[in-house]
Nanobody
C-alpha cells in the first residue's frame, strides 16, 4: 500500500505560479511512476503530467505543455508539479497518483494509488 498526500494548492491570480507537492509513504517510492491529474467542477478527471521511476521520462497534457513541469526527489519520496503562467481554466482539484506501471499512471486507472487532492483556484 502506498499513501500519497498532496499539498501546495491555493488561490493565485492569472499569470501566477504555484508548486504542488505529493509526499508518498508506505512503499519504496522510487519503484513507482507518479502522475498528476485534475478535476474541474462538472468535468471528468483528466491527466496533467506523469514521470517515470527515475525521472527520465515525462509526459504532459497538451493544455499544460510549456507551462507545467513535473519532477521528483526520490530521496524525499516526493513528486512536484511546478505550475507557471496559470490560467483560470487551470482551476481544479489536483490529484497525485502512483503505480508500478507508467502506462497505468497515465491512464488514470482506479488501481493507481490516489491522494485526496488539493484545490487550485486561478482568478482572472
Amino acid at each position: 500500500q502506498v499513501r500519497v498526500v498532496e499539498s501546495g494548492g491555493g488561490l493565485v491570480q492569472a499569470g501566477g505560479s504555484l508548486r504542488l507537492s505529493c509526499a508518498a509513504s508506505g512503499r519504496t517510492f522510487r519503484n513507482y511512476a507518479m502522475g498528476w491529474f485534475r478535476q474541474a467542477p462538472g468535468k471528468e478527471r483528466e491527466f496533467v503530467a506523469a514521470i517515470s521511476r527515475t525521472g527520465g521520462r515525462t509526459d504532459y497534457a497538451d493544455s499544460v505543455k510549456g507551462r507545467f513541469t513535473i519532477s521528483r526527489d526520490n530521496a524525499k519520496d516526493t513528486v512536484y508539479l511546478q505550475m507557471n503562467s496559470l490560467k483560470p481554466e487551470d482551476t481544479a482539484v489536483y490529484y497525485c497518483a502512483g503505480s508500478i506501471y507508467y502506462d497505468t499512471v497515465i491512464a488514470g486507472s482506479p488501481d493507481n494509488y490516489w491522494g485526496q487532492g488539493t484545490q487550485v483556484t486561478v482568478s482572472s
